[in-house]
């Protein structure tokens, strides 16, 4: 069961993630006021006394998640309506927010791609994008001032499953593999940035955010070279490397 220690940021969380939003939606209504007053979380019991969720008809009456009277009664409610994504700038400050996940993730994941890596060209081009990626966080800092929101992170799936595959192949993996597939990792998670930013910039300058545009842009361009700075040390060098002996005869 998902934790309601982080109050209405939860919330809001629960509600408008789109990857999990078919399973948010039965969540906020059916453990939001239980759970909660019996831990006696005073953010989550602030949260339940100014939302229509705890006046809830199907928990008064117990109808089971995903009926019509469910789904009725959730439509009915104000402060689910009010929070459900609907415009490009909501979609745009969600995105913002998951890359923001995203970037910091990273600066964690990063160093131990690094220290696994066996190619010294390939530790140097990751622990080069750890300094870069660092950076990029400060560039995002600038975007949310520039849109007058705070800075602020919102789990992202997508980063997560990356990682985890990256995880992976640290302990399944060794010699010329390990490094070929770890380059492999990297350019993916390259892709998804890649991806992201050229959304989110065409985002910001539809919304006429021009300042968002020029820094999304230029975290855009980084994320384009590194991607190539990989393909070139995979051709160039990890491809082409012979297994040691020792890990030849294993
Ligand atoms: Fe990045
Ligand atoms: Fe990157």
Known sequence: MASLQGGPTRLRTLITSPSRIGRSRRQELVFFPGPARRNGQVAARTLISKCAISRFPCRA???PDGS???SAARARCPQVTRLIMKTLNDAFEHTLQDIYYAENALTKALPKMAKAAGSAHLQE???AHLTETKEQIKL???VFKAIGKKAEGEKCDAIE???KETDGIIEEAEGAALDAMLIGAAQAVEHYEIARYGTLREWARQLGEDEAHDLLTQILDQEKATNAKLT???VGEVNAA???KAT???
């Open 61 to 63: 009456q117990g109808t």
């Open 68 to 70: 019509a009277r469910f």
């Open 125 to 127: 081009a990751l622990k």
């Open 140 to 142: 995002l800092d600038q």
């Open 161 to 163: 499953g990356l990682i």
């Open 232 to 234: 070139a040390l995979a």
């Open 242 to 244: 012979k297994p040691s």
């Open 248 to 250: 030849a005869k294993a």
